[in-house]
């Protein structure tokens, strides 16, 4: 059974840092695309980063260009998320999450999703 672990996340302040990460289980993790997306109370759920199969390839929201850095870790099945420069604005829950496709970068392509973790920017 795929399970994804989002851990990281707390209260920062603006201009802060924080790293998140996500172990995943039950599937066999180099050979997904994986990724962070994040929802904001009374947004939609939104994409930050996504990085390919073998990590070939990153690709970031307009937002997370220059503060957020995505890598993997595929030996210890870890995805990551630095995010540097935090504002305000990035407080939301940030979910981990894996795809079939190689290269995710949309919500639809998801397979599976983690709990979520909080992230809380104060100014």
């Known amino acids: 059974q795929a399970q994804l672990v989002e851990s990281g996340g707390g209260l920062a302040q603006a201009g802060g840092s924080l790293r998140l990460s996500c172990v995943a289980s039950?599937?066999?993790?180099?050979?997904?695309?994986v990724g962070w997306f994040r929802q904001a109370p009374g947004k939609e759920r939104e994409f930050v980063a996504g990085?390919?199969?073998?990590?070939?390839?990153?690709h970031y929201a307009d937002f997370a260009v220059g503060r957020f850095t995505i890598s993997r870790d595929d030996p210890n099945h870890t995805l990551a998320l630095q995010m540097n420069s935090l504002q305000p604005e990035d407080t939301a829950v940030y979910y981990c999450a894996a795809s079939d496709t190689l290269d995710l970068q949309t919500a639809n392509e998801v397979l599976y999703w983690g709990q979520g973790t909080q992230v809380t920017v104060s100014s």
């Open positions: 990085i390919s199969y073998m990590g070939t390839s990153k």
């Open positions: 039950g599937i066999t993790f180099s050979t997904y695309g």
